[in-house]
T-cell receptor
């Protein structure tokens, strides 16, 4: 099966500019996650969708970050305006659902953001 | 809230050495437990998992046993290879009513020398 697709793979912007990342999950996966991985750290959950509804966005900096999954399939994560500390890899993952703890999360290759 | 603590790296071993990477967690309820691996320049990949107490997950010669009494999920391999050089992440998966999200440790970098 096709994996989780993400684009762009790399993005360099200046602070205060905006950027958007796109994710297409595995077909049939109802749950979609966006994680932020800062260099040298473990991934941190930013937002989780179940179909097109938000399950958890408690760690999303809502003053600058937004995300949507309008049709319950692909998703976009936006940052506006970007700060230096937003430099990180943004990982998208999907799973069949959130109801079974055994459901495996499959990750995309990530989008690496550098803010200058 | 739920959290996980991993052994700090980097860990440097010679080829064929024995590997242990410690992982302990705190979690509400009865989480499933995962180890993910990130090879240089690649994305996160599932290495192994265990879903209930005393289950042993295994893959590619790596093993980890779900120890509920000690809330641990230590990763072991009897004989490491240079190709095992990567960053390893322990990750309990939260209960359904917490969204079923993975909670990652800080990662342990493993470097295997020939």
């Amino acid at each position: 099966e096709a994996g989780v697709a993400q684009s762009p793979r790399y993005k360099i912007i200046e602070k205060r500019q905006s950027v958007a990342f796109w994710c297409n999950p595995i077909s049939g996966h109802a749950t979609l996650y966006w994680y932020q991985q800062i260099l040298g750290q473990g991934p941190k959950l930013l937002i989780q969708f179940q179909n097109n509804g938000v399950v958890d966005d408690s760690q999303l900096p809502k003053d600058r970050f937004s995300a949507e999954r309008l049709k319950g399939v692909d998703s976009t994560l936006k940052i506006q305006p970007a700060k230096l500390e937003d430099s990180a890899v943004y990982l998208c993952a999907s799973s069949l659902g959130a109801g079974s703890g055994a459901n495996v999360l499959t990750f995309g290759a990530g989008s690496r953001l550098t803010v200058l | 809230g739920d959290s996980v603590t991993q052994m700090e790296g980097p860990v440097t071993l010679s080829e064929e050495a024995f590997l242990t990477i410690n992982c302990t967690y705190t979690a509400t309820g009865y989480p499933s437990l995962f180890w993910y691996v990130q090879y240089p320049g690649e994305g996160l990949q599932l290495l192994l998992k265990a879903t209930k107490a005393d289950d042993k997950g295994s893959n590619k010669g790596f093993e980890a046993t779900y120890r509920k009494e000690t809330t641990s999920f230590h990763l072991e391999k009897g004989s490491v290879q240079v190709s095992d050089s990567a960053v390893y992440f322990c990750a309990p998966r939260a209960y359904y009513n917490q969204g079923g999200k993975l909670i990652f440790g800080q990662g342990t970098e493993l470097s295997v020398k020939p």
